[in-house]
């Protein structure tokens, strides 16, 4: 079967600084890869890469074997197939729940309102947020929120989730709601590339986790053997670091 990411090759400088170098990954379909490593190793460029919030400069990235920049897509489709979250929930503060999941599946991608609100109900309700529909940004928790922004990713049916370290800003009590959520996605089968921290989540949810450094995935395996038996020093250090 195709998988679901092949980058194959892909560099992306920012100016003259060099920030992924040449990296290749295979994401196969209903798995979940972690990406772990330093600050500034290129995490968050190799996802916004996927989907192309970032171009990336040499390399093919291909969705479902569809190279990313092939103008069958456009930008919106692509985004629309593979979703990202962010840290920052950046959601819309002057708009009510509801409708900050729902503008975009109406706005862009021309579903109709009553249906767009049937499918935002059933996201909200299924994340035990549906009593809060009608409810602003600034009256929930932060994990309120980012479940929030995760209903709004999922509103376009993705066939990807790219998660860049979306616990980050949480108080501590707060991240196991999130995770939760995100473990129920990884049992339905989502495809996930998820940039975390945590590493006892990605220990519980990744199906291989990958360690980048300066630009490149310096190893990647299942969490098991990653983390208690890491084939190089620097993913060592890295782990003794954060744990
Ligand atoms: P990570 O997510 O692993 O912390 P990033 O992908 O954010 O790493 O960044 C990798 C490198 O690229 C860093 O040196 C960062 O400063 C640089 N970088 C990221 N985004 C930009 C940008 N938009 N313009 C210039 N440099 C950037
Ligand atoms: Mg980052």
């Avoid at 560099?11 to 290749?24: N, P």
């Amino acid at each position: 079967m195709t998988p679901m990411i092949e980058i194959d090759e892909v560099t992306k400088y920012f100016g003259q600084k060099l920030v992924l170098d040449r990296v290749s990954l295979t994401v196969n379909r209903h798995e979940t890869i972690c990406l772990i490593g330093a600050s500034g190793s290129g995490k968050s460029t190799l996802l916004r890469c996927v989907n192309r919030l970032v171009d990336h400069d040499y390399g093919t990235i291909r969705l479902d074997g569809i190279p990313n920049d092939d103008p069958s897509f456009g930008k919106t489709g692509l985004q629309k197939r593979a979703s990202i979250v962010f840290q920052s929930y950046n959601l819309f503060p002057h708009m009510n729940v509801l409708d900050n999941i729902t503008l975009a599946p109406r706005r862009v991608h021309s579903v109709a309102r009553a249906e767009a609100e049937d499918r935002g109900h059933a996201i909200l309700a299924r994340f035990g947020m549906d009593g809060f529909a009608r409810a602003y940004p600034e009256q929930l928790s932060g994990g309120q929120q980012q479940r929030v922004a995760i209903a709004r990713a999922l509103m376009t049916r993705p066939d990807v989730l790219l998660l860049d370290e979306i616990t980050a800003a949480l108080d501590p009590e707060l991240v196991g709601e999130v995770l939760a959520i995100i473990r129920s996605l990884k049992d339905e089968g989502m495809t996930m590339m998820i940039v975390t921290h945590e590493m006892a989540f990605a220990r519980d949810c990744a199906d291989r986790v990958a360690f980048l450094a300066d630009g490149d995935i310096l190893e990647i395996d299942a969490p098991e053997r990653l983390f208690s038996n890491p084939a190089h020093d620097r993913t060592r250090r890295f782990l003794h670091r954060i744990t």
